[in-house]
């Protein structure tokens, strides 16, 4: 499960909209509500997002009754109030992942809105220091997809676990809680689309520890689907096929209660976790809209960024014990 415990942040991406219009916290009564389905589904891994988790005035007495229920805790953080709470989120989370996107003061600011590089840097240090390393999502766009052997270099000097990477999604206009227009001019363009590729090519190299170790998330051939994907919006190739069956094995809650079957899509209107969970995740609304995923109808898919793929015979292993459990 992810739960978004708050729409708020204390960044200003140009990618979201989250700390424009972002207002409502999840009650601890609530997610307290949702604690026997979990059980029931036999839910193994809660991840806290948001806006930044680390916003909401209960995200410990959060992390604590989920974590007594024996379940998994990752922390999804923009990092900047990371270096102030290091150790007792590193008491409570078993993971930890950082937005990190820039490798410098200038273009950290200039796409995520604070100069709060070093902070941020800072905040990961911390983190490694008590025993969580963090993993580092980069979102790769036209700004900053020259630095990305840097960003491998940098997440390595400051005890990361790992860095992954993630192309901009532009292509969904309602994606990370954008409600204004939104303008897709932070894709690649036309002539960066072979400096891209070069930069990969060189990186097989100059990096091909980092890749066979698992510290770069991705392998070249997954880097080299980024590229396919922005020169599809390029008008230069298709968009990459998309195998995903997330919604098979995990869901999200918003901070309002309402309920979806992946960050990109929302549920139907009547799907209300809060209310009844177990009822809402069955029921016949979020039925229908795994049915059209599953049958590849929802235009989402076709241009998703963050597709996953799991083999739903070990995924199911620990719910098909409980009675009535969904997969």
């Avoid at 193994?44 to 992390?63: D, K, M, N, T, Y």
């Avoid at 950082?98 to 604070?114: F, H, K, M, P, Q």
């Avoid at 894709?187 to 190299?205: G, H, P, T």
Wanted: hydrophobic content about 45%; overall charge neutral; charged content about 20%.
């Amino acid at each position: 499960m992810t739960l978004y415990v708050t729409e708020r942040c204390n960044s200003r991406c140009v990618t979201c909209d989250h700390w424009r219009h972002g207002r409502a916290d999840a009650s601890l009564a609530s997610i307290a509500r949702l604690l026997p389905s979990f059980e029931l589904l036999g839910t193994r891994i809660v991840a806290l997002s948001g806006g930044e988790p680390l916003l909401h005035p209960e995200w410990a007495q959060i992390a604590q009754l989920l974590k007594s229920w024996g379940l998994e805790l990752w922390l999804m953080t923009s990092g900047l109030s990371l270096a102030k709470h290091a150790r007792r989120a590193c008491a409570l989370f078993d993971s930890i992942t950082v937005s990190l996107d820039g490798t410098n003061r200038e273009t950290y600011a200039a796409i995520r809105g604070l100069d709060a590089f070093d902070k941020v840097l800072e905040g990961i240090c911390a983190a490694a220091s008590h025993g969580v390393a963090p993993n580092i999502r980069v979102t790769l766009q036209r700004s900053n997809y020259q630095q990305l052997p840097e960003f491998v270099d940098l997440a390595r000097t400051v005890g990361a676990r790992q860095v992954s990477f993630l192309a901009v999604d532009v292509a969904n206009p309602h994606a990370f809680g954008r409600i204004d227009d939104f303008s897709s001019d932070l894709s690649l363009r036309v002539e960066d689309l072979a400096v891209f590729e070069a930069i990969v090519r060189s990186m097989e190299a100059t990096h091909a520890e980092s890749f066979a170790s698992g510290f770069i998330a991705e392998s070249p051939a997954k880097l080299r689907r980024i590229l396919q994907y922005f020169s599809a919006l390029c008008g230069r190739a298709a968009f990459p096929p998309v195998r995903c069956n997330a919604p098979e094995f995990s869901a999200v809650i918003g901070a309002n209660g309402r309920l979806q079957p992946c960050y990109f899509i929302p549920g139907p209107p009547d799907a209300d976790a809060w209310g009844d969970f177990r009822g809402a995740l069955d029921g016949y609304g979020m039925v229908a809209r795994r049915e059209e995923i599953r049958a590849g109808k929802r235009p989402e898919c076709t241009t998703c960024v963050c597709s996953m793929w799991r083999e739903l015979d070990v995924v199911s292993q620990s719910v098909s014990r409980a009675p009535g459990a969904s997969v």
